[in-house]
C-alpha cells in the first residue's frame, strides 16, 4: 500500500514547483482541487486525508467525485474537466515512482474529459460598453479607479488574472503608449494604447501617484485587487448600465467579456486573426477562430459574395406587414 500524502507533497514540490516551475495561478488550481478531492474521500471512506492510499484512490471513486463536483457542486463542465486534468497530472506522476499501481493508475488515466457544447462568444456592443463605463461613478476614487480600469480592458483585453497582477510600472505612455504584462506560461508581452486610453490613464496616473513596484489598481488599502473583486465591480456596473442601455442584461459581462469585447472591436476593424493572437496572449492561431464564428458581418459579407447574379445582395426584409409579422414568430 502506496500513502497518498507524501506522493502528492513531492508532486508539488517536485514536479509543479522545481521541474516545472509552474505559475502561482497553476499551483492554486492544482491544489484547490486535490482539497476537494481529498474531501471528498475523507466524507466517503471515513479515512483521514493524511492515512488515503493510493488504491483508495481508483477510477470507479474518481468517476463518483467527478460525478459530485457537477451534480452536487453544480461545477461547470469545463470545471469538471480542469479538476480531472489535474487528477491526472498527479497520476501521470504517480505512474513513474509507484508500478505497483500501474493497473489502477491506467484505468484512472483513462478516465476521458467530458464533451460540451461551445456556446457563442458573448462581447458588448459599443453602445454597450458605453454604458459599462458611465456606469462608474467618478466623483469617487473608486469609481474613477473602476472606470480607468475598465476603459484598460475594453481596449487591451487584458485577462483578469493580467489585470490584477499590473503595477505602476507596466503602464508606459511616453512615445509608442503600452501597457507591459506576463500572461500564460509567463510569457511577457506589450500592448499598444489608443490615445483615448492613454488620456485616461494619465488622469488616473495623476491621482493614483505611488511607486513603480505598487499595484496599477489597487484597494483602499493599497494592495491588488482580487479576480473576485474585479468581478464584483463588473457585476454591479452592469445593473447600473442596464437602465442606460437593457440590452446588456442578457450578456451577463465577467471580466472574460470585456476581452471578448476587444477582441471583436479588432476583428471588426479588419485586423488579421493572427495578429489578434498576438494581441491577446494566445499561443496558437487557432484560438482566435471562435470569434469569427460570434461575427454575423463577416457571416454576411461571405453570403453576399454567393448572391446569385442578378439580385440585390444584403438581408432578407419582408415585403408585406403581415408577411414581417409571420417572419418574427
Request: with cysteine; hydrophobic share 40%; aromatic share 6%.
Amino acid at each position: 500500500m502506496t500513502a497518498v500524502a507524501p506522493v502528492l507533497q513531492s508532486f508539488f514540490t517536485e514536479r509543479l514547483m522545481t521541474q516545472r516551475k509552474a505559475s502561482p495561478h497553476t499551483i492554486t488550481a492544482y491544489r484547490d482541487a486535490f482539497r476537494l478531492l481529498l474531501g471528498f474521500a475523507s466524507d466517503h471512506t471515513a479515512i483521514k486525508p493524511n492515512a488515503l492510499d493510493l488504491a483508495d484512490l481508483d477510477a470507479p471513486f474518481i468517476s463518483a467525485f467527478l460525478d459530485h463536483l457537477e451534480h452536487e457542486r453544480g461545477n461547470s463542465i469545463r470545471t469538471r474537466n480542469a479538476r480531472l486534468a489535474a487528477i491526472h497530472s498527479l497520476f501521470n506522476y504517480a505512474a513513474l515512482r509507484h508500478p505497483e499501481h500501474a493497473a489502477s493508475i491506467k484505468r484512472v488515466l483513462a478516465i476521458p474529459p467530458k464533451r460540451y457544447e461551445r456556446n457563442l462568444l458573448t462581447y458588448l456592443t459599443d453602445p454597450e460598453a458605453d454604458a459599462l463605463l458611465a456606469a462608474c461613478d467618478r466623483t469617487t476614487w473608486t469609481g474613477r479607479r473602476d472606470h480607468a480600469m475598465l476603459a484598460l480592458t475594453l481596449q487591451t483585453g487584458l485577462r483578469v488574472s493580467e489585470l490584477t497582477a499590473l503595477t505602476l510600472a507596466d503602464l508606459h505612455l511616453g512615445d509608442g503608449p503600452n501597457v507591459h504584462c506576463v500572461g500564460k506560461g509567463r510569457k511577457e508581452r506589450r500592448t499598444p494604447l489608443l490615445p483615448a486610453t492613454v488620456a485616461v490613464m494619465r488622469v488616473w496616473l495623476d491621482e493614483r501617484q505611488g511607486h513603480g513596484h505598487e499595484p496599477l489598481f489597487s484597494t483602499s488599502t493599497g494592495r491588488h485587487l482580487s479576480r473576485d473583486a474585479v468581478e464584483r465591480r463588473i457585476t454591479l456596473y452592469s445593473g447600473r448600465a442596464a437602465e442606460r442601455c437593457p440590452s446588456i442584461t442578457a450578456k451577463h459581462p465577467t471580466a472574460h467579456t470585456l476581452r471578448h469585447t476587444a477582441a471583436m472591436r479588432l476583428l471588426l476593424s479588419g485586423v488579421d486573426v493572427t495578429v489578434i493572437a498576438l494581441w491577446l496572449g494566445h499561443e496558437q492561431v487557432g484560438t482566435v477562430q471562435h470569434y469569427l464564428h460570434a461575427d454575423m458581418t463577416q457571416k454576411e459579407r461571405a453570403i453576399a459574395k454567393t448572391t446569385p447574379p442578378g439580385t440585390k445582395p444584403g438581408r432578407y426584409h419582408a415585403p408585406d406587414p403581415l408577411l414581417a409579422f409571420l417572419e418574427a414568430l
